[in-house]
């Protein structure tokens, strides 16, 4: 499993075509709603779940996904970028798992992000 504690793991900008790595990995009736990347690992949301991407290797032929289903979430906090400062931040909170943070730096809609996990946590 990807260590979130790790501040190196996770600088994100937004990539719709990072979210084509793991269609494989979606049910039936799961689309992908949104993707960011960094330099090699990722995080992509869909309609049920959000999907950590950690590329291993010299080559990056390993990579561990790491499912994070929003029906395990208890609570969540965005913080948002400012006029100097343009990296924001999400912090979800997960039962039994504790909390996962992701790092977005430009331009990241993190109320976008909020009303996609407040869609599906606040059902």
Same mark, same amino acid.
């Given at each position: 499993m990807i %260590? /979130?504690?790790?501040?190196?793991? /996770? $600088?994100l900008?937004?990539n ?12 039936d009736?799961?689309h ?11 995080v ?14 010299l080559?990056?032929s ?14 969540? =906090?965005i913080?948002t =970028?400012?006029?100097f %400062?343009? %990296?924001s ?9 504790? $909390?996962?943070r992701?790092e /977005? =730096?430009?331009?990241? =809609?993190m109320v976008?992000i909020s ?8 059902k």
């Amino acid at each position: 499993m990807i %260590d /979130f504690n790790n501040k190196g793991f /996770f $600088k994100l900008k937004q990539n719709a075509e990072y979210g084509e790595r793991v269609t494989t990995l979606l049910l039936d009736d799961e689309h992908v709603v949104d993707a960011y990347k960094s330099m090699r690992d990722g995080v992509v949301f869909t309609n049920k779940r959000i999907i950590a991407v950690n590329v291993q290797g010299l080559t990056g032929s390993k990579k561990d996904f790491t499912s994070l289903p929003y029906k395990n979430i208890v609570a969540y =906090s965005i913080e948002t =970028s400012g006029t100097f %400062d343009l %990296d924001s931040e999400l912090e979800v909170y997960f039962s039994a798992l504790g $909390k996962v943070r992701f790092e /977005f =730096s430009g331009k990241t =809609s993190m109320v976008e992000i909020s009303r996609l996990i407040g869609g599906y946590v606040l059902k």
